[in-house]
């Protein structure tokens, strides 16, 4: 079974910080998945990387990939309130997806 | 809005009973994916099913079931419900091709009382 661990669990920071959150396995995908979630709604795609090493960029936030493809990185730089909900990372495999617990992040005005 | 329609949004029924979730993908997308989220386990994949066809099951207990018809709309069918199945339902759906991408739904909140 693949496992994906998020770190850390719950984070709560103040406006115009910055921070970064982790997604560990010990299992190598083919591509993984970045959601965010607001309470009582759906995911929505963040961003998909799909080569070791991988960096890719949107407005404030910077998704990186693994070199070896088990893990991954979201660093949010000046944090704002609007940034407020669920991070869940996702790696897909033969049809089948698993999802990690996710971070909370709530960010104070 | 992804595109992916589901209904009911909130269905409260009792223990025993049998409900029945609907989904309708984003036009064009092949595949749909169910999930199962709660408190305390997350985001759980259910089973995912390709242009009718089921293509694989995650956790999905046998009380569940699932089926994707010819226009690609999918129901997930739950009996015997219990306490524990109160839980947020989600479909979500892709082209089946797109590294694993995939387009949420607004779920259907499921209180078994």
């Known amino acids: 079974t693949q496992l994906l661990e998020q770190s850390p669990q719950f984070l709560s920071i103040q406006e115009g910080e910055n921070l970064t959150v982790y997604c560990n396995s010990s299992?190598?995908?083919?591509?993984l998945q970045w959601y965010r979630q607001e309470p009582g709604e759906g995911p929505v795609l963040l961003v998909t990387v799909v080569t070791g090493g991988e960096v890719k960029k949107l407005k404030r936030l910077t998704f990186q990939f693994g070199d070896a493809r088990k893990d991954s990185s979201l660093h949010i730089t000046a944090a704002q309130p609007g940034d407020t909900g669920l991070y869940l990372c996702a790696g897909g495999d033969a049809g089948k997806s698993t999802f990690g617990d996710g971070t909370t992040l709530t960010v104070k005005p | 809005d992804s595109g992916v329609t589901q209904t009911p949004k909130h269905l409260i029924t009792a223990t025993g009973q049998r409900v029945t979730l609907r989904c309708s993908p984003r036009s064009g997308d092949l595949s749909v994916y169910w999930y199962q989220q709660s408190l305390d386990q997350g985001l759980q994949f259910l089973i995912h099913?390709?242009?009718?066809?089921?293509?694989a099951k995650g956790n999905i207990l046998e009380r569940f079931s699932a089926q994707q018809f010819p226009d690609l709309h999918s129901e997930l069918n739950l009996s015997s419900l219990e306490l524990g199945d109160s839980a947020l339902y989600f479909c979500a759906s892709n082209d089946g091709m797109s590294y694993n991408e995939q387009f949420f739904g607004p779920g259907t909140r499921l209180t078994v009382l």
């Open positions: 299992s190598v995908f083919s591509s």
């Open positions: 099913y390709y242009n009718g066809e089921e293509r």
